[in-house]
């Protein structure tokens, strides 16, 4: 019997792309291991491991991943990173919840350094949409930790909403942050 009778054609294929052309077959007797690692070495050290190979025609090639498949990867990892971060900040959360909220907040085309920042400013994970307001209106995570007689923005956001803590701060003198698109 031979080896490759119970392969299917891409796994002749793959095999095939292996062993470049070359049936496989098994030895009569087993080769002593001071042996095999010697002949190993030595096709190491003359194939030249780093050296690219030519490729015979009717071999298989990988193809070359294109520009439009790294734009989802992308996303993913930042849909990663953030999901992190939001472990980081609340470990009891469950992956599933963790995975929706980041992708909320990749949504608003954040960093898993900047949803950190209004993380640790007090948001919630759940509260994107109020971070979307926020940053709509200028305000950023040092903001957050500003103080309005006593009590810190981010608290008072949960009462008195984003335009009345605008207004507030604007009669305290805040200016808001200048934004990327200004």
Same mark, same amino acid.
């Given at each position: 019997?031979?080896?490759?009778?119970?392969?299917?054609?891409?796994?002749?294929?793959?095999? +095939? $792309? &292996?062993?470049? /052309? *070359?049936?496989?077959? @098994?030895?009569?007797?087993?080769?002593?291991? %001071?042996?095999?690692?010697?002949?190993?070495?030595? +096709? $190491? &050290?003359?194939? /030249? *491991?780093?050296?690219? @190979?030519?490729?015979?025609?009717?071999?298989? %090639?990988?193809?070359?991943?294109?520009?439009?498949?790294?734009?989802?990867?992308?996303?993913?990892?930042?849909?990663?990173?953030?999901?992190?971060?939001?472990?980081?900040?609340?470990?009891?959360?469950?992956?599933?919840?963790?995975?929706?909220?980041?992708?909320?907040?990749?949504?608003?085309?954040?960093?898993?350094?900047?949803?950190?920042?209004?993380?640790?400013?007090?948001?919630?994970?759940?509260?994107?949409?109020?971070?979307?307001?926020?940053?709509?209106?200028?305000?950023?995570?040092?903001?957050?930790?500003?103080?309005?007689?006593?009590?810190?923005?981010?608290?008072?956001?949960?009462?008195?909403?984003?335009?009345?803590?605008?207004?507030?701060?604007?009669?305290?003198?805040?200016?808001?942050?200048?934004?990327?698109?200004?």
């Amino acid at each position: 019997m031979r080896v490759d009778d119970n392969l299917d054609a891409l796994e002749r294929l793959m095999l +095939a $792309n &292996l062993l470049e /052309g *070359r049936q496989p077959r @098994r030895r009569a007797t087993p080769m002593p291991r %001071s042996q095999r690692n010697s002949d190993s070495r030595q +096709a $190491n &050290l003359s194939q /030249g *491991r780093n050296q690219p @190979r030519n490729v015979p025609a009717g071999r298989a %090639s990988i193809p070359s991943p294109s520009v439009s498949h790294q734009v989802p990867d992308l996303r993913a990892n930042r849909q990663l990173d953030i999901s992190r971060v939001i472990k980081q900040i609340d470990p009891r959360t469950t992956p599933e919840w963790r995975s929706e909220m980041a992708a909320a907040w990749v949504r608003l085309d954040l960093s898993a350094a900047q949803v950190h920042a209004w993380l640790t400013a007090g948001l919630l994970p759940n509260q994107h949409e109020l971070a979307k307001e926020c940053i709509a209106r200028g305000l950023s995570p040092a903001d957050m930790k500003a103080r309005i007689d006593g009590v810190r923005v981010v608290e008072r956001l949960r009462g008195d909403g984003v335009d009345g803590i605008v207004d507030l701060l604007r009669q305290k003198g805040w200016q808001p942050a200048p934004t990327a698109a200004a």
